[in-house]
């Protein structure tokens, strides 16, 4: 199973507010779109990812309308 650094990334939807919430943390998963799909609630969730070269894997998630992203960076 690889492991990964997980940032996780929630946009703030307040009008005035810029700032994001960012979490970090360490997860083995031989799948991270999957992982991300296992940890999301919410009636629509629609999920879409990208990855790099160096095996980095982002995920784009719209979960009820809030987006959040989650970059699994290889360890």
Same mark, same amino acid.
Do not use: H, W
């Given at each position: ?32 779109? #999957?992982?991300?799909? #296992? ?8 999920? #879409? ?12 998630? #719209? ?13």
């Amino acid at each position: 199973m690889a492991e990964y650094e997980l940032v996780r990334e929630i946009q703030n939807l307040c009008p005035n507010n810029q700032m994001r919430d960012i979490f970090f943390e360490e997860v083995e998963t031989d799948d991270p779109v #999957s992982y991300v799909r #296992s940890i999301l609630r919410g009636r629509a969730v629609e999920l #879409s990812s990208e990855t790099r070269a160096d095996g980095a894997v982002t995920v784009y998630a #719209s979960v009820d309308g809030l987006t959040q992203k989650f970059i699994f960076t290889p360890i």
